[in-house]
T-cell receptor, first 112, second 115 residues
Framework: QKEVEQNSGPLSVPEGAIASLNCTYS??????FFWYRQYSGKSPELIMS????GDKEDGRFTAQLNKASQYVSLLIRDSQPSDSATYLC????????????FGTGTLLAVQP | EAGVTQFPSHSVIEKGQTVTLRCDPI?????LYWYRRVMGKEIKFLLH????????ESGMPNNRFLAERTGGTYSTLKVQPAELEDSGVYFC?????????????FGEGSRLTVL
């Protein structure tokens, strides 16, 4: 079983719709959860971090964390073609290294 | 402010040859990480430097991989001799000491193709 599970997609949504991206985790040790966006051939870019259960909103983005269910999601409101990218949801178990554990990523395609 | 820079962006080598990848972290960032993405797989941790010291190298695949960070500035990752399964994209990331967990700044990666 993979430590971080993501649907690889592609997830296709029309412009202006809400895109919903999900991740599940196999462990209960992870402490911190992140959403990174990666355009093709570019570097992963941090867009959201969430550390406690509940919702966290930043502009058009809302991250939702449920540690008991080992689940985190990202909602993108009013999706734009520029949101088309691969979305990664690594977790961190903390400690001295704070290394990130990644899933394979979900490809989001926003159709104009 | 310059981001994390990596060189080369793409390298094509024959099996058995040597390749050295370089990473320049953001100035002042003590933490430097190497990650790798093999085709179709997830990005995986290789190792972590704090300044010039290796904090965690548990992700290094085998002793054909050697990472250094001279003077706590730039880092190099050498693969010698390269094998076919080493092909992939090698990412470098950096963060400040004391930054929130996982808030890493990534480079665009060095794509390695071993023929």
């Amino acid at each position: 079983q993979k430590e971080v599970e993501q649907n690889s997609g592609p997830l296709s949504v029309p412009e202006g719709a809400i895109a919903s991206l999900n991740c599940t985790y196999s462990d209960r040790v992870s402490q911190s959860f992140f959403w990174y966006r990666q355009y093709s051939g570019k570097s992963p870019e941090l867009i959201m971090s969430i550390y406690s259960n509940g919702d966290k909103e930043d502009g058009r983005f809302t991250a939702q964390l449920n540690k008991a269910s080992q689940y985190v999601s990202l909602l993108i409101r009013d999706s734009q073609p520029s949101d088309s990218a691969t979305y990664l949801c690594p977790s961190s178990r903390g400690g001295a290294t704070n290394k990130l554990i990644f899933g394979t990523g979900t490809l989001l395609a926003v159709q104009p | 402010e310059a981001g994390v820079t990596q060189f080369p962006s793409h390298s094509v080598i024959e099996k058995g040859q040597t390749v050295t990848l370089r990473c320049d972290p953001i100035s002042g960032h003590d933490n430097l990480y190497w990650y790798r993405r093999v085709m179709g797989k997830e990005i995986k941790f290789l190792l972590h430097f704090v300044k010039e010291s290796k904090q965690d190298e548990s992700g290094m695949p085998n002793n054909r991989f050697l990472a250094e960070r001279t003077g706590g500035t730039y880092s190099t990752l050498k693969v010698q001799p390269a094998e076919l399964e080493d092909s992939g994209v090698y990412f470098c990331a950096s963060s400040q000491e004391g930054s929130r967990f996982g808030e890493l700044f990534f480079g665009e990666g060095s794509r390695l193709t071993v023929l």
